[in-house]
């Protein structure tokens, strides 16, 4: 993926679906989340997290993808 227009038509195609986000935390550390891709928006995407997730939701932006601060899995 080299734009952000390939990234956001690349969640287009996966909303719906099981995705596990891993994203950098800090220096050293990363946060891995699974839940379901649910929706995409001009500059970011959201996922509804698990059941044992402490929040509900998170966001994500495209540049964060496109500058690999978060790498997107998906089940497949």
Avoid: C
């Avoid at 059941?51 to 978060?70: C, G, H, I, M, R």
């Amino acid at each position: 993926m080299s734009t952000l227009e390939e990234i956001k038509s690349r969640l287009d195609a996966h909303i719906g679906e099981t995705v596990t986000v891993v994203s950098q935390a800090g220096r050293k550390k990363y946060t891995k989340r699974s839940g379901i891709l649910r929706s995409t928006f001009p500059s970011l995407f959201v996922v509804e997290l698990d059941e044992e997730a402490q929040f509900k939701q998170a966001s994500y932006s495209y540049a964060d993808v496109l500058t690999k601060n978060v790498d997107v899995d998906f089940a497949d």
